[in-house]
């Protein structure tokens, strides 16, 4: 690697750094509580998606202590234990039975409130798949999750489906805390912000309509058995939640753009609406950078979440599969890089957050035997840049608001 690629990478490195620690979901937690009012009765807590330990553990900071809960979130995201709540993990993109149990807890908890009650539930990204009591049974569920993320929809189409099989979302789990209030703090990694789409709406009325529902069971050909779920609009919700939503891609996008600028690159926000296919956004940013090379020291920000069509057995994620497109584009290019990253810190079903690339990526993976355009067929993005050293890990984050995507000219 030249002096102008470590370089590039360090660069990429430290805006990776300022962006997550500045939408860690400490300071939307804390702001949303600062007056949260305790009532006059008992106040549970409950904590669901991937940034649910370290949301619980900003709201123990602010209230002190409550009188019980629990904590649902991804494999490997417990950071220590976190009491009176008690804290499970479950599996994620795929729900398992650990989360079924987890969410079994969840209800437990809630069960018998009165008026004075209290029930405070945070939400993250994530939450759909940890939280989760099956209408249907949950080997069916499972195949039919892994079914639809393969097939390219997207996350509101998928939410939608969720919410017509589950006894939890769609605002069904603050039906199960009635008669108690019932006040949401969440955030954000749906691009719209619609809080009844982050972690399925548990607390939130389903706003897909029937004619809604019943297209997109037809669009992704669900088994017959499950259509009578998509018939009829959504139940109507009994207990409404209060509900402040707090952190998102915006303000992702935004501290990227300051840690690029601090690093001395003329800086734009190109999207914080990114949602096409994956390859196809990687290969347009690759051509976009082309075109631009001779402009030096400049960096393009973009956020958002793509998606990916399966049709290999290989194995990746929707940003390294970006990273790696774009790397067939810009090769031979001394002076440009590019990466992409779920800002959680997992990409995918992997254990990378996301890739690195750069000119030289193409030709070393030419070195090792492999070609990119076979790589992608494949969807095996993470065997090309693990081979390309292009592989990004930062660990479970404490934090979700979608993907970020930064491309750095010198």
Same mark, same amino acid.
């Given at each position: 690697?030249?002096?102008?690629?470590?370089?590039?990478?360090?660069?990429?490195?430290?805006? %990776?750094?300022?962006? %997550?620690?500045?939408?860690?979901?400490?300071?939307?937690?804390?702001?949303?509580?600062?007056?949260?009012?305790?009532?006059?009765?008992?106040?549970?807590?409950?904590?669901?998606?991937?940034?649910?330990?370290?949301?619980?553990?900003?709201?123990?900071? !602010?209230?002190?202590?409550?009188?019980?809960?629990?904590?649902?979130?991804?494999?490997?995201?417990?950071?220590?234990?976190?009491?009176?709540?008690?804290?499970?993990?479950?599996?994620?993109? %795929?729900?398992?039975?650990?989360?079924?149990?987890?969410?079994?807890?969840? %209800?437990?908890?809630?069960?018998?409130?009165?008026?004075?009650?209290?029930?405070?539930?945070?939400?993250?990204?994530g939450g759909s798949a940890v939280f989760e009591r099956p209408l249907i049974p949950l080997r069916e569920l499972r195949r039919l999750t892994e079914d639809l993320l393969?097939?390219?929809?997207?996350?509101?189409?998928?939410?939608? !489906?969720?919410?017509?099989?589950?006894?939890?979302?769609?605002?069904?789990?603050?039906?199960?805390?009635?008669?108690?209030?019932?006040?949401? !703090?969440?955030?954000?990694?749906?691009?719209?912000?619609?809080?009844?789409?982050?972690a399925s709406g548990p607390t939130c009325a389903d706003r897909t309509t029937a004619e809604e529902a019943q297209a997109i069971a037809n669009r992704y050909h669900l088994p017959a058995a499950l259509l009578p779920y998509f018939t009829g609009e959504a139940e109507k919700l009994e207990n409404a939640s209060e509900v402040v939503v707090g952190g998102s891609v915006k303000e992702l996008v935004r501290a990227a753009a300051s840690a690029c600028r601090s690093l001395g690159y003329k800086t734009e926000i190109l999207s914080d609406h990114l949602s096409c296919e994956a390859r196809v956004a990687g290969r347009h940013l690759g051509n976009f950078l082309r075109a631009h090379a001779g402009e030096h020291g400049h960096?393009? !920000?973009?956020?958002?979440?793509?998606?990916?069509?399966?049709?290999?057995?290989?194995?990746?994620?929707?940003?390294?599969?970006?990273?790696?497109?774009a790397a067939d584009v810009i090769a031979g290019l001394s002076n440009v890089a590019l990466f992409s990253i779920g800002s959680d810190g997992t990409d995918g079903p992997t254990d990378a957050a996301g890739g690195y690339v750069d000119g030289q990526t193409r030709a070393t993976l030419a070195r090792a035997?492999?070609?990119?355009?076979?790589?992608?067929?494949?969807n095996d993005s993470y065997r090309g840049l693990n081979a390309a050293d292009g592989l990004l890990f930062t660990g479970p984050t404490g934090t979700n608001v979608n993907d970020l995507t930064v491309a750095l000219i010198r």
């Open positions: 690697m030249s002096g102008e690629q470590t370089s590039l990478r360090q660069d990429c490195m430290r805006v %990776i750094g300022a962006s %997550i620690a500045a939408v860690l979901p400490d300071a939307v937690v804390k702001r949303a509580l600062r007056k949260f009012p305790r009532g006059k009765g008992k106040l549970v807590l409950i904590s669901v998606g991937k940034a649910a330990w370290r949301m619980a553990h900003a709201a123990m900071d !602010v209230l002190g202590t409550v009188d019980g809960g629990v904590v649902i979130t991804k494999y490997g995201h417990l950071l220590g234990p976190l009491p009176p709540l008690i804290c499970y993990e479950a599996g994620h993109p %795929i729900p398992d039975e650990k989360g079924v149990a987890a969410t079994e807890a969840a %209800i437990a908890a809630v069960r018998g409130l009165t008026a004075e009650d209290t029930v405070l539930v945070l939400l993250s990204g393969a097939s390219g929809a997207d996350i509101h189409e998928i939410n939608a !489906v969720r919410k017509r099989l589950s006894a939890v979302k769609g605002g069904k789990f603050a039906a199960l805390c009635a008669p108690a209030r019932v006040v949401t !703090v969440a955030l954000s990694d749906v691009l719209s912000g619609d809080p009844s789409d982050i960096a393009y !920000v973009l956020g958002g979440e793509c998606v990916v069509h399966v049709t290999g057995r290989g194995r990746g994620g929707r940003n390294q599969e970006l990273a790696l497109a035997g492999l070609k990119i355009d076979a790589l992608l067929r494949e």
